[in-house]
């Protein structure tokens, strides 16, 4: 089962949360190369949550699996981390 986000849990989605805006500073390439974006607005930025549009998705995962696959990610990740530890440490 692939990772499930919370939000899909709780049966909403939040739409247009970033905005696109003009960039606050030329990105590397174009200060090394003296050429900006064609379009002004190259960049965004994350809207107030209080301005995103919420909309109804359906539950593809119940609850019961949701909170069992997050413990399976939890013991997967404890056990990665021991791997690293034990070669680290050899």
């Not at 974006?37 to 119940?62: E, G, H, L, M, Y």
Request: aromatic letters at 8%; a positive charge; proline letters at 6%.
């Amino acid at each position: 089962m692939a990772h499930v986000e919370k939000s899909c849990l709780l049966r909403k989605a939040a739409y247009r949360k970033t905005q696109v805006v003009e960039r606050l500073r030329p990105t590397k390439l174009a200060r090394d190369n003296g050429f900006y974006p064609k379009k002004p607005k190259s960049s965004t930025r994350d809207r107030d949550p209080k301005d995103w549009i919420i909309i109804a998705v359906p539950q593809i995962v119940s609850e019961e699996d949701f909170e069992k696959q997050k413990r399976s990610f939890k013991k997967i990740k404890s056990y990665r981390r021991e791997i690293i530890n034990v070669m680290s440490t050899s």
